[in-house]
């Protein structure tokens, strides 16, 4: 019904189209000095609303006129954005395209080297602060060096004490990247529904920018006065006499539509999410001495768009609700009457964990919903009980993958672009172009910025598989079964670092159980 109603609106503001006025004409007022408009009288009401502001210390601060912005730029300046987007649009095609390989090259990394990334990536951490702690003590900057030797020494303890659960992530991430492995269309499937996505997604955002022409001309609110050919505002800068009013309907559809972009997103996303965890499901519970998983993929696809499709749309709309939530509560953080209200800070505060608690928990009911076809809410029930039931409360522990991963695409992202500056320079030296330098930093930094987006795209998919296979270990180790040792060892050992020592764990039946990292667990 949203996404109708969002194409119906659309389709009548496409239709319903007013033809723009003449620039000309809204600057010099010729547009609106109707009588029907009450120039003269719109014109005082604007002037004494500012001075009401001015007497209550709101006074708009003096804004540079277009054309006085026009004026100062300088027509020899020495960037040409022209000449830089002829030369920049071919090296940033390669990156995306590039970036894809080292993403899948990444993942294998972590598949065969799990250990060496991980701590690589634990030591250039460090290392960076330690760098930044020199650079800053070397200039002279005396407190900024103590902060950046503090954080150094502070991170190095850290990790110290964390070495164990550094060395089970860098299993846990291993073993879980062997799932992506036998079920390589999930990537092809997730970058299918990301492209999807855009379908929706480009034409209502045309739609919204059509509603938007949908209006007729007014006067200007920002005029107090009249010159010779444009008007005065009450800084006395020069601005256009009329302006562009939208109709009534037009903030109602624009809300709607965005309301449908979010859910529709939200809906792709929570797809992806249940894709993964159906597939890593029959994946992890196949009979042992299986070697051909295709076709899972395509089973929990159809599941998602089929007899799942709405659960999905529900579990997406929590999400969306939340998102709206989220971005209420920040502009009643920043609106100017809220500023330094300690009540204002401390209930944003406490609804962005409620938020992240919603956010957490319909992670998990979307994966148990794929691996039991549950109802939405029924899965959060039964997934919340099962975590906690089987203690694993230590899924603090699994904070570290999301931290590794990041850091990793980072790193590779930054080398990447750093490759991609050096590259272009040569380029734009050859071609003879005068900025050079300055042009390859430009194209180093975007092409950065395009690996990064792409590689987190990777990091989300390794990280909902890490969830996936953690929420499977839980159910193995709920009905006292082992169907993959290698994930019990890792697990158990994980969950082992945050129990006390001799617990004994409870299972549903009443059963003692005493874990054993290579039998799993025996009842007594």
């Known amino acids: 019904m949203v996404i109708l109603a ?49 007497v209550k210390g709101d006074e708009p601060q003096l804004g540079q006129s277009p054309a006085d912005a026009a004026d100062n730029v300088d027509p020899d300046a020495p960037f040409n954005a022209q000449e830089f987007q002829d030369g920049a649009i071919p090296w940033l095609c390669v990156s995306l395209a590039a970036s894809f390989f080292l993403g ?10 799990a250990h060496t990334m991980v701590w ?11 760098a930044l702690s020199i650079a800053f003590l070397a200039m002279g900057n005396l407190i900024p060096g103590i902060i950046f030797t503090l954080l150094t020494l502070l991170s190095a303890f850290c990790f110290y004490l964390w ?6 992530v860098a299993s846990l991430l291993s073993v879980s990247t062997q799932g992506l492995k036998d079920n390589p269309h999930i990537i092809t499937t997730t970058v299918g529904l990301s492209f999807g996505s855009l379908v929706y997604i480009f034409p209502v955002v045309y739609a ?4 938007f022409e949908n209006g007729g001309v007014a006067v200007s609110s920002e005029a107090v006065s009249k010159a010779a050919d444009s008007c005065l505002n009450f800084a006395g800068t020069p601005t256009d006499c009329c302006a562009w009013q939208v109709d009534a309907w037009v903030p109602f559809y624009t809300t709607l539509a965005t309301i449908s972009l979010i859910w529709v997103t939200s809906t792709c996303l929570e797809t992806r999410l249940y894709v993964i965890g159906g597939t890593m499901c029959q994946w992890y519970f196949a009979p042992a001495g299986t070697t051909q998983f295709s076709g899972l993929v395509g089973d929990s696809l159809k ?36 500023r330094g209200n300690i009540l204002v800070c401390l209930v944003v505060t406490c609804l962005e964990c409620v938020y992240a608690i919603i956010e957490y928990i319909s992670k998990f009911a979307t994966l148990q919903a794929a691996m039991t076809g549950a109802a939405f ?20 522990t699994y904070a570290f993958p999301g931290m590794i991963l990041q850091g ?43 690996a990064f987006v792409v590689l987190m795209f990777f990091v989300m998919i390794m990280l909902n598989v890490v969830d996936a296979v953690f929420l499977c270990y839980a159910m193995d180790k709920d009905s006292n079964m082992v169907h993959h040792a290698e994930f019990h060892q890792v697990f158990e050992e994980v969950n082992q670092k945050a129990a006390p020592a001799g617990a004994v764990v409870q299972n549903p039946s009443g059963n003692r159980m005493y874990g054993n990292r290579n039998n799993g667990y025996a009842a007594v």
Not at 307 to 321: A, E, H, R, Y
Request: hydrophobic share 50%.
């Open 6 to 54: 969002t194409a119906a609106g659309g389709f009548l503001a496409y239709s319903n189209k007013s033809e723009t006025p003449d620039a000309a004409m809204m600057s010099s007022g010729a547009s609106c000095s109707a009588p029907s408009f009450h120039f003269n009288d719109v014109l005082a009401a604007n002037e004494a609303r500012y001075r009401a502001k001015s």
């Open 104 to 113: 899948l090259g990444m993942l294998t990394l972590f598949r065969q080297c």
């Open 120 to 130: 690589t990536v634990v030591y250039l951490k460090v290392g960076v602060m330690a």
């Open 163 to 168: 070495t164990d659960e550094l060395n089970l």
């Open 208 to 211: 919204m920018l059509f509603a």
């Open 303 to 338: 599941n998602a768009l089929g007899p799942s499709f709405g659960t999905i749309c529900f579990g997406s709309f929590v999400l969306t609700m939340v998102e709206l939530a989220k971005q209420a509560a920040e502009r009643m953080r920043r609106d100017e009457d809220n």
């Open 377 to 396: 809410c029924d899965a959060a029930a039964s997934v919340s009980d099962l975590l906690s039931r089987n203690f694993l409360a230590a899924y603090g």
């Open 408 to 450: 990793t695409a980072f790193i590779l992202a930054g080398g990447f672009g750093v490759t991609t500056w050096l590259l272009s320079y040569a380029t734009f030296v050859v071609s003879a172009t005068s900025n050079a330098g300055l042009y390859a930093i430009l194209v180093g930094v975007l092409s950065g910025l395009v």
